[in-house]
């Protein structure tokens, strides 16, 4: 297995508003968001970063992606910086967030080939992966329809699919599934299978156990920014269940 991405040590503190530190119930105007965080995945399999919402899973993500640089240690993704080769690093990832708002008067393909340009892909190419991803995702009749009348689900659709106009090796993708019905969101996790079984190196924050134990190899636990476990799916869950396991780092971070 070729190791794409390695973590070590990162470390991510914000400055909160007023109106933040009330909402958090803290006087502490510093929040840790990550804390000395490390670890590893590699090309053809899943890693699943599984926390609850505010464990600091899209903190990292943003991390990795190059979107905000960690304040401490670093990420390379193939033997490349994000801190110092932010660059190199976008061109080889795809990165799907919540935090990516399709405009509402945009249709799917006008914002599939705007993105295919801002990634350099000949338009060849481009219109032969249109084609393949607007069919494994159903687009295709909806492909002229303006983003604001589309559904939740098409939406998720289209973004995962301009996420990955590029067709690059490592994916990352937070919270893939959330919000979606059962059958948008079977489509997403065989397509993340799908993937994975071609070669790339897929990130998966989620908080849901099933999807980490259906479809991922590797799995770390973050709690309060801390990585409390971290290893292959397999040699984790073979005494407990991971909502068990969970739960029990839970309760040990209560006690402390």
Not at 20 to 32: A, P
Not at 72 to 100: C, M, P, Q, Y
Not at 119 to 125: D, K, Q, R, T
Not at 205 to 230: A, N, P, Y
């Amino acid at each position: 297995m070729k190791e794409t991405i390695r973590v070590e040590n990162i470390s991510k503190t914000f400055i909160l508003s007023k109106k933040q530190m009330k909402i958090d119930k803290t006087d502490n105007k510093r929040k840790v968001a990550v804390d000395n965080l490390s670890f590893t995945a590699y090309s053809g399999e899943i890693y699943g970063l599984l926390g609850p919402n505010g464990a600091g899973k899209t903190t990292t993500l943003r991390c990795i992606s190059t979107l905000i640089k960690p304040d401490k240690g670093d990420i390379f993704i193939d033997n490349h910086s994000v801190v110092t080769e932010a660059n190199i690093v976008r061109s080889k990832i795809g990165f799907l967030t919540s935090e990516l708002k399709l405009e509402d008067f945009f249709t799917p393909n006008y914002l599939f080939d705007f993105f295919a340009k801002l990634h350099n892909v000949p338009i060849e190419i481009a219109n032969a992966r249109k084609e393949e991803l607007f069919k494994k995702f159903e687009i295709e009749k909806f492909k002229e329809v303006k983003v604001g009348e589309l559904s939740t689900g098409m939406r998720q659709k289209v973004q995962i699919v301009i996420s990955i106009v590029h067709n690059p090796d490592i994916i990352i993708f937070d919270e893939p599934t959330n919000g979606l019905d059962v059958l948008t969101a079977k489509v997403v996790t065989d397509f993340l299978i799908d993937l994975k079984n071609s070669g790339k190196t897929i990130i998966v924050s989620t908080h849901i156990f099933s999807l980490v134990e259906k479809i991922c190899d590797r799995v770390g636990i973050i709690l309060d920014g801390s990585l409390k476990i971290s290893g292959e799916l397999k040699d984790i869950i073979k005494d407990k269940d991971l909502e068990a396991i969970f739960f029990d780092l839970v309760k040990e971070g209560e006690q402390i």
